[in-house]
């Protein structure tokens, strides 16, 4: 193999080692657990961190070719992270891409991914990597579930051409699987995870964690498997589990069958927020430090809500129950990621995850700092990630956002994002504004990335 073709352009890349730039008189909220400090300057090299101290100290030790940025005071805080996205359900590149493109102008530094068409993200997870297109990183789960959930039309979706439940990134697991290759398979698609999603048992789910983590890669799972219960899950010793409405299955009346046999539950059951049994799932949950990727807001979006009165209700149902098991589950001392599992409309100014912070501020009852620390640090955490990402520290990833105002005070200020650095490279939020305000929308533009929140809303009936 030869180096002479240049390849694909990159205007998005990273700036090289050795460029030298700094964001002095910032108002650093660092998502370490400090208080915010005035006057702080962020030296970057390339797309590194290498100090982040007191104005007057950095300015005394800068390189003579260093590019400085005032920032006037500036709210500056860690890059956001989704912690649950789907951008190929079905794969649609330019859709994706306009996503992304919003993802890291509004702020969003990183994403997982929570299984699609790994042939199409795979592409894009290289390309806002590499720059040849802005947007986060993409952290990709591939999925592993019972053969029962392979007629699901999504596992179509994301498999055209080939089988649902036989492609490396979307398998079928039964008792003779052998694991090992199965989770080869997984780590060949360059995965950052496995996604265990429905119709297994407790054993099956805890066989392929073992496996998964000897292979040395991280176990990303439903918070209930169907037969596997929650508790079995956690106790099965996967990193993250998503949907906390699924919670509400732990305790049931009746004993879980499959995924498309939920047993209904009584939602009053969670209304005082002191349910016993989510009180020894969330204790267990902190023993073992297994983050909560809650997905709560979703219930807000129009998608759950369907046409009719019927949907409208259930969605105000979910809503409700999320917002009190959410509660319950932060009171207790689980860490909390902040994922969203939909899209807003292509036409909004900024992404659902924003409504998803709001949520669990407002309907939750979680301090603004908390949840921000949530869509930072919890989020690099979430994504096995945190040495990289999720503060702002020396040592750590470029990975910040500069804003007017200050989130501590409304979450709501995140929309006054005005500049976003993500590996070293500033993505300006007026240039983004003024191109989206010229270019045309598609009358019926739907961002795909929405479309498989309608099926995969998970919620106790």
């Known amino acids: 193999m030869t180096n002479e073709a240049p390849g694909a352009p990159t205007p998005h890349a990273p700036p090289p080692e050795g460029t030298v730039t700094v964001y002095r008189g ?26 982040v101290g007191d104005d007057v100290d950095i300015a005394a030790s800068l390189p003579a ?57 795979g592409d894009l997870a290289r390309a806002t990597l590499v720059g040849e297109i802005p947007g986060p ?31 490396p990134w979307m398998q079928a697991v039964t008792p003779d699987t052998d694991l090992r290759v199965a989770v080869a398979l997984a780590r060949g698609t360059h995965a950052a995870a496995i996604k265990v ?21 991280p176990v990303w799972a439903h918070a209930a498997v169907f037969p596997a219960t929650p508790r079995q899950v956690v106790e099965a010793g996967v990193d993250s589990v998503s949907h906390v409405t699924l919670l509400a299955f732990e305790g049931a009346d009746e004993p ?19 349910d016993p049994h989510l009180d020894e799932l969330f204790a267990l949950m902190c023993r073992r430090g297994t983050v909560l990727d809650a997905t709560a807001g979703m219930w807000e979006s129009d998608e759950p809500a369907g046409e009719g009165p019927e949907d409208a209700a259930r969605a105000r149902a979910n809503s409700r129950l999320a917002a009190h098991v959410t509660a319950q589950a932060y009171r207790a001392g689980v860490d909390l990621s902040t994922g969203t599992d939909y899209e807003t409309d292509p036409g909004e100014p900024f992404p659902a995850l924003f409504e998803e912070l709001a949520f669990l501020v407002r309907r939750c009852g979680m301090p603004p700092e908390e949840v921000l620390r949530s869509a930072t640090l919890i ?3 979430s994504a096995g990630a945190e040495d990289l990402m999720g503060s702002v520290e020396p040592g750590k990833l470029a990975n910040f956002v500069v804003l007017d105002e200050n989130p ?32 045309a929308r598609p009358q019926d533009a739907r961002s795909s990335a929405a479309e498989p929140a309608r099926a995969e809303h998970e919620e106790a009936r």
């Not at 650093?28 to 005035?38: S, V």
């Not at 990709?140 to 999504?154: C, H, I, Q, S, V």
């Not at 005005?418 to 270019?439: F, I, N, P, Q």
């Open 26 to 51: 910032a108002t650093l909220f660092d998502g370490t657990g400090r208080a915010p400090r005035p006057s702080t300057s962020i030296v970057v090299d390339g797309a590194t961190i290498r100090a």
């Open 65 to 121: 070719d260093a590019r400085v940025h005032d920032l006037g005071g500036r709210f500056v805080m860690p890059g956001l992270i989704d912690s649950h996205q789907h951008i190929a359900t079905p794969p649609d590149r330019p859709v994706a891409e306009a996503v992304l493109d919003r993802l890291v102008h509004s702020g969003v530094t990183a994403i997982r991914d929570m299984a699609d068409d790994l042939r199409q993200v």
């Open 137 to 167: 990183d993409i952290r990709y789960a591939a999925l592993m579930a019972g053969p029962g959930f392979f007629d699901d039309p999504r596992t179509h979706q994301v498999s055209q051409g080939e089988i649902p439940g036989a492609v």
């Open 197 to 217: 999603y429905a119709d297994l048992d407790h054993r099956t789910v805890a066989a392929i964690t073992a496996e998964a983590h000897r292979q040395g890669i």
């Open 256 to 274: 879980l069958t499959t995924y498309k046999n939920k047993p209904k539950v009584d939602h009053r059951r969670f209304a005082a927020e002191d």
């Open 379 to 381: 989020g690099a955490r």
């Open 408 to 439: 501590l005070l409304d979450i709501d200020h995140l929309r006054s994002v005005t500049l976003t650095v993500k590996r070293g490279r500033r993505y300006e939020r007026a240039a983004y504004d003024a191109a989206h305000s010229r270019a």
